[in-house]
């Protein structure tokens, strides 16, 4: 569990206590390329974090397919917004790759939350950050050209790009795969 | 501060020392009807509690104001994004009412939770709301109908039916005051 350890160390200093509290709650889960970690109707009662692999989430929109997030080693994953509220989510979690995910759930964050002020604070920063990536999306999708958007990608996520199919990329970005391919082919 | 009390015990129990701390750092701001409390394009440095009054969040498109939420007696109001990130925010927020706000500052803010666990919990759960607010207005725009979301509107917030002009509502609801003045009228 080194690298969640280290994830969790970029937020706030763990003792050596929370460590070991934290490693007995902790179980490790294996998906193939394809699998769901989540089905859309559900609420999720897990908070994930990629060891190795890739996952997205995705909705359904008007029959379509619609790619929400993509997320990959080091990384947390969950329907926040499930999670939270413990509603129902309108996405799904899907592997893109085989993957090894470590689980946390609901109730267990929760204690963890009443005993260890230092989870209050991962808890805080890591909401934070989601809202900031979910706020960062939607101006995304309100404000940025197509070619702003896959010119972003790249600058910020180069990594995934021989990683993810065009269609999820395209779908993503909230472009066409013709328009995808045509900013691709001028670079 | 009574009600800002209130609001902050619904949240965790805060004890006394915490309180006139918290008492000491807060300020009390008075804002006309009209007056902005942000201008797009600065980041926002404050969090502000709603003693009373109404505020709305809006930004630019294509040339139109969009509006993104109403806020008002007993809730925070800030540009979350902006202020989680301290980078420039898209939106600007004005007071719809003659407004009384009490505000904190962000690194007045940080030094709270840096030594009280209590503010640790308090940052989290607002930080949780406003993420399941804002992915719920997305959820409002994606997948709802017209007639839904104003049905919705409704039921949420008919407090504020009466004092929020009918174009804002219809600019925050995404349909035009025409679809608006239909719905109304046949119910």
Request: some cysteine; overall charge neutral.
């Given at each position: 569990?080194?690298?969640?350890?280290?994830?969790?160390?970029?937020?706030?200093?763990?003792?050596?206590?929370?460590?070991?509290?934290?490693?007995?709650?902790?179980?490790?889960?294996?998906f193939e390329k394809d699998d769901f970690v989540?089905?859309?109707?559900?609420?999720?009662?897990?908070?994930?974090?990629?060891?190795?692999?890739?996952l997205r989430?995705?909705?359904?929109?008007?029959?379509?397919?619609?790619?929400?997030?993509?997320?990959?080693?080091?990384?947390?994953?969950?329907?926040?917004?499930?999670?939270?509220?413990?509603?129902?989510?309108?996405?799904?979690?899907q592997a893109i790759e085989k993957s090894?995910?470590?689980?946390?759930?609901?109730?267990?964050?929760?204690?963890?939350?009443?005993?260890?002020?230092?989870?209050?604070?991962?808890?805080?920063?890591?909401?934070?950050?989601?809202?900031?990536?979910?706020?960062?999306?939607?101006?995304?999708?309100?404000?940025?050209?197509?070619?702003?958007?896959?010119?972003?990608?790249?600058?910020?996520?180069?990594?995934?790009?021989?990683?993810?199919?065009?269609?999820?990329?395209?779908?993503?970005?909230?472009?066409?795969?013709?328009?995808?391919?045509?900013?691709?082919?001028?670079?």
């Amino acid at each position: 569990m080194q690298n969640l350890f280290e994830s969790l160390n970029k937020l706030t200093i763990l003792d050596q206590e929370v460590k070991i509290k934290l490693e007995n709650l902790v179980k490790v889960e294996q998906f193939e390329k394809d699998d769901f970690v989540l089905k859309e109707g559900s609420a999720i009662r897990k908070l994930y974090f990629v060891e190795n692999g890739l996952l997205r989430s995705f909705f359904h929109k008007d029959g379509k397919e619609v790619v929400k997030w993509f997320c990959y080693e080091g990384q947390f994953a969950t329907s926040m917004y499930s999670f939270i509220s413990q509603k129902p989510s309108y996405e799904n979690i899907q592997a893109i790759e085989k993957s090894t995910l470590f689980s946390i759930t609901f109730q267990d964050l929760q204690n963890l939350y009443e005993t260890y002020p230092a989870f209050e604070r991962i808890g805080r920063l890591l909401t934070e950050q989601y809202y900031v990536m979910l706020e960062e999306r939607i101006i995304l999708l309100q404000f940025q050209t197509a070619k702003e958007r896959y010119e972003n990608f790249l600058r910020d996520e180069k990594c995934l790009i021989n990683r993810i199919p065009l269609g999820y990329l395209a779908s993503y970005l909230g472009i066409t795969q013709e328009t995808l391919s045509r900013i691709r082919a001028k670079k």
